[in-house]
């Protein structure tokens, strides 16, 4: 076997471990996991938008990238800090890299701005999440 057999083949075994690891992310998200595209840097361009999964992990909003390997999520949110700044649909050039139907909510974390990206039905579910933060456990009255 010569050195360009012996590299041809780490490469293919290299690659075959990748989409192992991919697919067995994806089976491990998937049951459970919403369509959530996220885009750190709004702007007009329609660009940057990253397709993902979400998940709801009690009071943390948790996001995988579909295309990262990480083996925990690539963004959590905590809902106590997620506030929602405005709501519409995505524009022109939004509408190619998004899924039909989709509303854009441009939020705020306390720190940065980001926007998130998701169908009618799936946004139903987010805003009834973000809307049942449980009562305090000090409520203001009795301190």
């Known amino acids: 076997m010569g050195i360009g057999q012996i590299v041809g083949l780490a490469l293919v075994t290299g690659a075959l471990l990748v989409s192992l690891v991919a697919v067995r992310r994806h089976r491990r998200l998937r049951p459970g996991g919403i369509d959530v595209a996220l885009r750190c840097r709004p702007n007009d361009t329609g660009r940057g938008w ?4 979400g998940r709801y992990w009690g009071g943390n909003f948790a ?3 579909l295309s990262s390997l990480r083996s925990g999520p690539d963004r959590v ?9 405005e ?6 050039p939004e509408s190619q890299g998004l899924p039909s ?6 939020c705020r974390t306390g720190v940065e ?4 990206a998701m169908r009618q039905d799936t946004l139903t579910g987010f805003l009834s ?3 049942s933060a449980p009562p305090s456990a000090n409520p ?4």
């Open 140 to 143: 203001p009255w009795l301190s």
């Open 101 to 106: 139907g989709s509303i854009v909510l441009r």
């Open 50 to 53: 990253r397709q993902g999964l």
């Open 129 to 131: 999440w973000l809307e």
């Open 113 to 116: 701005e980001l926007e998130l």
């Open 87 to 92: 709501r519409r649909g995505p524009t022109v």
């Open 63 to 65: 996001w995988f990238r």
């Open 77 to 85: 949110f905590v809902r106590e800090q997620l506030q929602i700044l």
